[in-house]
């Protein structure tokens, strides 16, 4: 059974910096994409980044390029996003999740970590 494990998240001040990670404990094929979304109260989760886990592709929502990189380390089975000048609008549960093609919708995710909080104080 694969598991998806977050960890990283934290509070932080608009403008700082956080990096997540997500290690998955099974080694993702060179098939498979990693995918970052978020969740806050109220909202629908959105599609954040996403990486291609043999090309290293990756894929970014308009509202985090240019602040957010998604990366992985394909030696550890693990996936991070170094995100920085971070706003207030970031602040959300951050989940990872693994497919089998690249997608921005969350309903093509079946394997998915727990999450780890961002709060982002102004």
């Known amino acids: 059974q694969v598991q998806l494990v977050e960890s990283g998240g934290g509070l932080v001040q608009t403008g700082g910096s956080l990096r997540l990670s997500c290690e998955a404990s099974?080694?993702?094929?060179?098939?498979?994409?990693m995918v970052w979304f978020r969740q806050a109260p109220g909202r629908a989760r959105e599609f954040v980044a996403a990486?291609?886990?043999?090309?290293?592709?990756?894929y970014y929502a308009d509202s985090v390029k240019g602040r957010f990189t998604v990366s992985r380390d394909r030696t550890e089975s693990t996936m991070y996003l170094q995100m920085n000048n971070l706003k207030p609008e970031d602040a959300a549960l951050y989940y990872c999740?693994?497919?089998?093609?690249?997608?921005?919708?969350?309903?093509?995710?079946?394997?998915w970590g727990q999450g780890t909080q961002v709060t982002v104080s102004s």
């Open positions: 990486v291609r886990w043999g090309s290293g592709m990756t």
């Open positions: 099974g080694r993702p094929y060179s098939s498979h994409v």
């Open positions: 999740a693994r497919g089998n093609s690249y997608s921005t919708s969350p309903n093509d995710f079946r394997i």
